[in-house]
């Protein structure tokens, strides 16, 4: 029953209101974040810190101010999601080298499609079907409220993507094996079992990475694509795709993996305060015994 409340009472009356009033939103929203309400500070400023280690002081807590007035924008437009219309979406993601999908696509090839939790990947969710001639699918975590998580996914694939849970990812791949089908990965979370990980150095961290899109990649011999996810100025962004392989197996364990975190690496040494350093994604330590699942 919260969750509806906090639905209908505020969420949804929020997403309805004009962009230019939800950036006045956003700005009391990083002010709260500034001085009363510091969200996650030792979080945040410990990741930077961490990853920024040349940097001064003074260069991390600016870092630290330009996320914290992005994260508002994130948040009201992510609200905003509830009840934006398609027209809106295009205008405000444009997507650059669209053709690689239907290149994969002549040759047979399924996509396994990677990106970072960088800039607005929710605004990219209600985009991403458009982009590419192939059925599309995304894997996510479910949520803890039922009502809401159907809500969610509602929202994220009421414009073509498909929403998977994890724990259904592999039989949703196995049934649509024999066509070629494309899969988002958000790949930069911290992984539930650091036994079970791939480990290497990300932002000059010993970091435990998600096997998941090299050895989907592998397994049903698919091309791996980075999309390159960049703002263009507040409420627009702009889409790169990249072809990282179409011969996963070509590589060694690892590789892959490896690979795109060194292009979002690039990313965020690029634009920092656009990644998302409210997560804890270095809270594993490298166990002594690794177990390989590739």
């Given at each position: 029953m919260?969750?509806?409340?906090l639905?209908?009472l505020?969420?949804?009356?929020v997403?309805?209101?004009?962009?230019?009033?939800l950036?006045?939103v956003?700005?009391?929203?990083f002010l709260?974040?500034?001085?009363?309400?510091?969200?996650?500070?030792?979080?945040v400023?410990?990741n930077?810190?961490r990853?920024?280690?040349?940097?001064?002081?003074?260069?991390?807590?600016a870092?630290?101010n330009?996320f914290?007035r992005?994260?508002?924008d994130?948040f009201v437009?992510?609200?905003?999601?509830?009840?934006?219309r398609?027209?809106?979406?295009d205008q405000r993601?444009?997507?650059?080298?669209?053709e690689?999908?239907?290149q994969?696509?002549?040759k047979?090839?399924?996509?396994?499609?990677?990106?970072?939790?960088y800039n607005?990947?929710?605004?990219?969710?209600l985009?991403?079907a458009?982009?590419t001639?192939?059925?599309?699918?995304?894997?996510y975590?479910?949520?803890?409220?039922?009502?809401?998580d159907?809500k969610?996914?509602?929202t994220r694939?009421k414009?073509g993507?498909q929403?998977?849970p994890?724990?259904?990812t592999s039989e949703?791949m196995?049934?649509?094996?024999?066509e070629?089908?494309?899969?988002?990965?958000?790949?930069?979370q911290?992984p539930a079992n650091?036994?079970?990980?791939?480990w290497?150095q990300?932002?000059?961290?010993?970091t435990?990475?998600?096997?998941g899109?090299e050895?989907h990649?592998?397994?049903y011999?698919?091309?791996v694509?980075?999309g390159k996810?960049r703002?263009?100025?507040?409420?627009h962004?702009e889409?790169f795709?990249?072809?990282v392989?179409?011969t996963?197996?070509?590589y060694?364990?690892?590789?892959?993996?490896e690979?795109i975190h060194?292009?979002?690496?690039?990313e965020?040494?690029?634009?920092?305060q656009?990644?998302?350093?409210?997560?804890?994604r270095?809270?594993?330590?490298r166990p002594a015994?690794?177990?390989?699942?590739?």
């Amino acid at each position: 029953m919260g969750a509806k409340i906090l639905y209908y009472l505020f969420l949804k009356p929020v997403s309805l209101l004009p962009y230019f009033l939800l950036y006045r939103v956003s700005d009391f929203i990083f002010l709260l974040f500034k001085t009363v309400f510091p969200y996650r500070k030792k979080v945040v400023l410990g990741n930077i810190q961490r990853s920024f280690p040349t940097k001064t002081a003074a260069e991390h807590k600016a870092i630290m101010n330009k996320f914290y007035r992005h994260l508002g924008d994130i948040f009201v437009e992510s609200f905003k999601n509830f009840s934006v219309r398609k027209s809106s979406v295009d205008q405000r993601m444009k997507a650059n080298n669209t053709e690689i999908f239907q290149q994969m696509k002549d040759k047979g090839k399924g996509v396994v499609l990677c990106g970072g939790h960088y800039n607005n990947w929710e605004l990219y969710a209600l985009a991403a079907a458009d982009h590419t001639p192939m059925p599309i699918m995304a894997i996510y975590k479910r949520l803890s409220n039922a009502w809401f998580d159907k809500k969610m996914r509602v929202t994220r694939g009421k414009f073509g993507l498909q929403l998977v849970p994890t724990v259904e990812t592999s039989e949703w791949m196995a049934k649509h094996k024999d066509e070629p089908f494309c899969s988002v990965y958000g790949f930069d979370q911290s992984p539930a079992n650091p036994k079970k990980s791939h480990w290497a150095q990300f932002l000059n961290q010993d970091t435990a990475m998600y096997y998941g899109p090299e050895r989907h990649a592998k397994q049903y011999d698919m091309a791996v694509v980075y999309g390159k996810l960049r703002k263009v100025k507040r409420g627009h962004y702009e889409i790169f795709y990249e072809l990282v392989t179409e011969t996963p197996n070509d590589y060694p364990s690892g590789a892959i993996i490896e690979k795109i975190h060194d292009i979002l690496a690039s990313e965020i040494e690029r634009e920092p305060q656009y990644w998302l350093w409210t997560h804890k994604r270095w809270k594993h330590k490298r166990p002594a015994e690794l177990t390989s699942i590739l």
